[in-house]
């Protein structure tokens, strides 16, 4: 047992949690030890601290005036009792612990037995630190992918620092994922961090680039150069998928219409373009109100230049043990949707017939694709691959800073969730209803957490922590631009 005892248990104990005073202050989080009845140690977490003191109005009137004035001080604190290990389970004890029984600062051997900070070898993605502790915190890799990841910060938080991190881990284990990107951060991660190396040092983390790990996919290559020509092929679409690219969703009516044009055209042309469907469309024999329609959504995907008679191939997007991005910077929302319901469509019949590796796909800016008021054009098969991809090893992160506005079955499917400092009362509480354990001290840290600091839940862990996210190794793509530049 740590021998430093820095308080005793006062007042009426509970299973759960249990007040003490302090012989002095200790910051919020701390993690604490107790022996139960058992003679075991149990480690306990500091949640709340109060400091109390005699000064009144006339002795700090006293105080401003310079006169010395005594003033006694007494530290008290709330602490939630985590438990003890029990081979791979962490119990809590049944019995309340005794009022008036030392509490002690919890030795790092019993942190990390109790939270389970161990490496899971070679499946381990490594997070970062320990807050104030030199302990690694290692997420499972298959914990991640199978049961879905949300990072979630508000803006500036520092997501796409801490997406980059977990991407360069799996990079490192030769995981296979997609990155959709609609502001074009994520290309940095071929490059080395050019950080001071005292911080690498600290956690231990040598600079590195991934570039012959990367490729990039975009449907603006004059604005994205670095990023390969995304197209669709328009032959491989049938007419219930072509009308939903074309934002269709209500397809009942439309499909006859739209087969029958598919069919007569591929007649004369097998690799007909947009074009062709547009003119048979409005020219051909038959007319209708439906194929006007059809006609005006075909225009408007003309423009995207995202069809051709030949495009892009899935087995181009998904390369074993490589990260593809799905650069979409310049690309109008709707256009987005567009792509990222075609993308995610193609992933996940194709990851059911095991035609393509399994995958983690990370999808950005989630509260724009899968909202939770109103509907995207790729909210059905977000929620699809939320409730249903893991059993066929396609794997979700979704990343937001605006977490009320993510659709909440969509989030409720993470069970892994890391969370940097979120301020806004709306994201704070839909945060605290989708997370377990969560006690209303770690609601208020969060709130306050400096950037670099992140609150993981899942990942393997039973008890939510906070780490020190570790420097990237790579280069850094999403920070602000200086309005001033620096003198």
Do not use: W
């Not at 003033?71 to 962490?90: A, D």
């Not at 997609?178 to 005292?198: K, L, Q």
């Amino acid at each position: 047992m740590p021998a430093e005892e820095v308080g005793r248990i006062f007042g009426d104990v509970g299973l759960g949690t249990f007040r003490l005073t302090l012989a002095r202050p200790l910051e919020r989080g701390e993690y604490l030890a107790v022996v139960d009845e058992s003679k075991r140690a149990v480690l306990c977490q500091l949640d709340d601290v109060e400091r109390r003191s005699d000064l009144n109005l006339e002795k700090a009137n006293r105080l401003a005036h310079g006169d010395a004035v005594p003033v006694e001080e007494t530290f008290f604190g709330r602490s939630v009792i985590l438990g003890y290990r029990e081979g791979p389970i962490v119990r809590v004890p049944q019995i309340p612990f005794r009022p008036g029984s030392p509490v002690y600062r919890a030795d790092e051997p019993l942190i990390a037995q109790v939270l389970g900070l161990k490496s899971n070898g070679g499946s381990s993605a490594y997070l970062g630190l320990l807050r104030n502790h030199d302990l690694k915190v290692e997420l499972d890799i298959n914990a991640l992918c199978q049961r879905h990841v949300s990072v979630l910060s508000k803006t500036g938080g520092g997501k796409s620092y801490l997406v980059g991190v977990l991407l360069e881990e799996f990079l490192k284990h030769k995981v296979t994922c997609v990155i959709i990107d609609p502001h074009g951060e994520y290309g940095s991660i071929r490059y080395r961090s050019e950080h001071a190396p005292r911080e690498h040092a600290r956690f231990g983390i040598d600079a590195q680039g991934f570039r012959d790990q990367v490729q990039e996919f975009s449907p603006d290559t004059n604005l994205n150069p670095e990023a390969k020509p995304l197209t669709f092929s328009l032959g491989h679409l049938d007419a219930r998928e072509l009308l939903l690219f074309m934002g269709i969703t209500n397809v009942r009516g439309f499909v006859a219409p739209m087969k029958a044009l598919l069919d007569r055209v591929a007649v004369d042309n097998p690799e007909y373009t947009v074009r062709d469907l547009i003119q048979a469309a409005r020219h051909g024999e038959e007319r209708s109100p439906l194929l006007e329609a059809i006609a005006e959504r075909l225009e408007y995907v003309d423009e995207t230049h995202l069809l051709a008679p030949r495009g892009t191939s899935l087995s181009e997007l998904v390369s074993p043990g490589k990260m593809t991005i799905i650069n979409l910077r310049g690309s109008a929302p709707d256009v987005q949707e567009l792509i990222v319901t075609r993308i995610a469509t193609s992933f996940f019949e194709q990851r059911k017939r095991g035609k393509i590796p399994p995958l983690f796909m990370v999808l950005e800016e989630a509260h724009n694709f899968c909202p939770q008021q109103g509907q995207a054009l790729c909210s059905r098969i977000l929620k699809t691959i939320a409730s249903e991809g893991r059993k066929f090893g396609l794997g979700m992160c979704v990343v937001s800073q605006r977490p009320a506005r993510v659709d909440k079955s969509v989030l409720s499917q993470c069970a892994t969730q890391l969370i940097l400092q979120v301020t806004n009362p709306l994201d704070v509480r839909a945060i605290a209803q989708s997370i377990e354990g969560l006690t209303d001290g770690m609601t208020e840290i969060i709130q306050g957490l400096p950037i670099g600091t992140c609150l993981v839940t899942g990942g393997g862990f039973q008890t939510p922590l906070f780490c020190e996210v570790r420097p990237r190794a790579s280069r850094h793509g999403g920070e602000s631009v200086k309005v001033v530049p620096a003198s």
